[in-house]
Nanobody
C-alpha cells in the first residue's frame, strides 16, 4: 500500500486559487492511477478528478470543469490539483488516492491507498 501525503490546502477567499500536491516517499506514482476526492461536512466523499497511467484526466462534478486541472510532474514524483476560481462550495477535506495501473474511477471503494487529507476552506 502506498503511503500518500497531501499538501497545499488552506484558507482562501472566493475566486482565489490553491494548488494541492500528492506524493509518496519511495514509490513511483507514475505507474498508478491517482484520483482526488473531497468530503465536506455532512456529505459523502465525492470524486473530483482522476489521472490515469497514460496521463489522461477525467473531471467528475460539472462544477469543477474548467476550474480544476489535474497533472503529474514525473521528475518530482508529484501529482497536482490546481484549483482556480474557488467557491465556498469547494470547501472540504481533499484526499489523494491511488490504485495500481487501472482505469480511472469516481468510486472511493476502487482505491486502496489514501492520504490523510488536506483542508480547503473558501470564504465568501
Amino acid at each position: 500500500q502506498l503511503p500518500l501525503v497531501e499538501s497545499g490546502g488552506g484558507l482562501v477567499q472566493s475566486g482565489g486559487s490553491l494548488r494541492l500536491s500528492c506524493t509518496a516517499s519511495g514509490f513511483t506514482l507514475g505507474t498508478y492511477t491517482i484520483a482526488w476526492f473531497r468530503q465536506a461536512p455532512g456529505k459523502e466523499r465525492e470524486g473530483v478528478s482522476c489521472i490515469s497511467v497514460t496521463d489522461t484526466t477525467t473531471y467528475y462534478p460539472e462544477s469543477v470543469k474548467g476550474r480544476f486541472t489535474l497533472s503529474r510532474d514525473h521528475a518530482k514524483n508529484m501529482v497536482y490539483l490546481q484549483m482556480n476560481g474557488l467557491k465556498p462550495e469547494d470547501t472540504a477535506v481533499y484526499y489523494c488516492a491511488a490504485r495500481v495501473g487501472r482505469a480511472c474511477s469516481s468510486g472511493p471503494s476502487q482505491f486502496n491507498s489514501w492520504g490523510l487529507g488536506t483542508q480547503v476552506t473558501v470564504s465568501s
